[in-house]
């Protein structure tokens, strides 16, 4: 399963990534906008899980197109690892448990998340590359 090794790898191959911090947490975003951001949960999130266990190891935040790409993404792949938490409602954005995803599917989730902003002469440059 995915590690923030292979976060920071797959990030590192999407052209105009840059890596900063927010809120005390890595952050990676490309025209200046965050697509993908560590994200533990805080006190108020960890009070919301109740009784329930929240999903452990390293948590990741990766933007989507819209609310129903989010919906779909949530839909398809929650087995994968992927959920929301009600911090999270009304934002086009996913949650990553990163111990329970395949790399392989973490790496389409960040370069969805990649193509939210990326500048569109980048993307098409990058995804005509990646398809050779």
């Not at 996913?94 to 569109?120: F, I, N, R």
Request: no cysteine.
């Amino acid at each position: 399963m995915a590690t923030l090794k292979d976060v920071e790898r797959l990030v590192a191959a999407l052209p105009e990534t840059v890596e900063t911090t927010k809120y005390g947490n890595r952050t990676w975003a490309v025209g200046g906008k965050a697509y993908a951001w560590e994200r533990p949960f805080s006190k108020a999130d960890l009070r919301r899980f109740g009784d329930e266990s929240p999903p452990d190891g390293p948590i990741l935040a990766v933007r989507v197109e819209d609310l129903g790409e989010k919906e779909a993404v949530l839909a398809a792949r929650s087995a994968d690892g992927f959920f929301t938490i009600p911090h999270f409602n009304g934002y086009a954005a996913v949650l990553l448990q990163l111990d329970e995803v395949p790399e392989s599917v973490l790496g389409e989730a960040l370069l969805d998340g990649w193509l939210v902003y990326a500048p569109a002469a980048v993307a098409k440059a990058h995804l005509g590359k990646s398809k050779t």
